[in-house]
């Protein structure tokens, strides 16, 4: 049975599943949210969900941890879950995502553990210090195309970056024109390409669509994620959204980003952490 999606939204036909048996989902990952061959782990992440949605009572992530345990790779793949427990606010699941080598063995790629709830129901509320990013105007940021103030564009060698709408703050975009600030940060304007608005599914992979700050600290090459977790704190408001990441410890050849995505309200709606490899060459 294929789960219904926004079908004019590239976003929600390459992250959709179909149910094959109870918590067995066939899948196929596309080529188009690739960074140079390997699938985006954003994108992974909202393929789990999409099937996490359906195998579970509630309607919205809310706190999704995934480890990476081998690259994926363009192409068909299955994701079984499980229901672990179902209470009246929240439930919690499981799910793994396989791929087939040549030798028709399964190859696990990715596992996630993952708490859903009704974001909806959620009381209003907030008492926090976080305060959005201070991000110049979108239109004096740079994009993967050129910029309309004449501003040089973001090197576009990956396939997901057709995919987005994204413009950097060019103070945490010196690395693109060879003259990396040395500092941990990237911000930016984040949007899909299509024109899809946010929402709780979207936002697994906006926390994990940015380039790496591996590049503003004056590094470049692969950085691939270990473990990755996401937590949604509201529904977005329709609009573009500000993305702020941040790495304090680059050690051992591990390093952290912490994001914050900011919706069109001013609102903190989704935080995450990783740790990622730097498989990088200064």
């Not at 790496?212 to 573009?240: K, N, Q």
Request: proline share 9%; hydrophobic share 40%.
């Amino acid at each position: 049975m294929a789960l219904a999606t926004h079908r004019t939204s590239e976003f929600d036909r390459d992250t959709a599943v179909t149910r094959r048996a109870p918590g067995v989902y066939d899948a196929h990952l596309s080529a188009g949210w690739t960074i140079v061959q390997a699938v985006n782990g954003g994108y992974l992440l909202a393929l789990m969900g999409r099937a996490l949605g359906d195998a579970l009572p509630h309607p919205d992530p809310m706190s999704v941890t995934a480890h990476y345990l081998t690259a994926s790779v363009p192409g068909p793949a299955v994701i079984r879950t499980e229901v672990v427990r179902t209470g009246r606010t929240m439930s919690t699941g499981t799910a793994t995502l396989v791929q087939f080598a040549e030798d028709g063995s399964e190859v696990e790629r990715l596992r996630v553990l993952a708490a859903y709830g009704d974001l909806g129901a959620l009381p209003d509320d907030v008492r926090t210090t976080a305060k959005p990013p201070a991000i110049p105007p979108y239109e004096h940021c740079l994009g993967t195309d050129s910029a309309p103030d004449g501003r040089p564009a973001i090197p576009g060698s990956t396939a997901i970056a057709e995919r987005l709408a994204l413009r950097l703050d060019p103070a945490t975009a010196g690395w693109a024109v060879g003259a990396p600030s040395g500092k941990g940060e990237m911000r930016a304007w984040f949007g899909l390409a299509d024109g899809r608005e946010p929402d709780p599914l979207s936002l697994l992979l906006t926390v994990d669509a940015l380039p790496p700050t591996a590049f503003e600290m004056g590094l470049s090459g692969w950085v691939p994620t270990v473990e990755l977790t996401a937590h949604i704190r509201c529904r977005p408001a329709p609009g573009p959204l500000r993305v702020a990441i941040t790495t304090r410890n680059l050690a051992g050849g591990f390093l952290e980003e912490d994001a914050e995505v900011w919706d069109s309200e001013d609102r903190l709606v989704a935080q995450s952490r990783q740790l990622a490899r730097a498989l990088l060459q200064g």
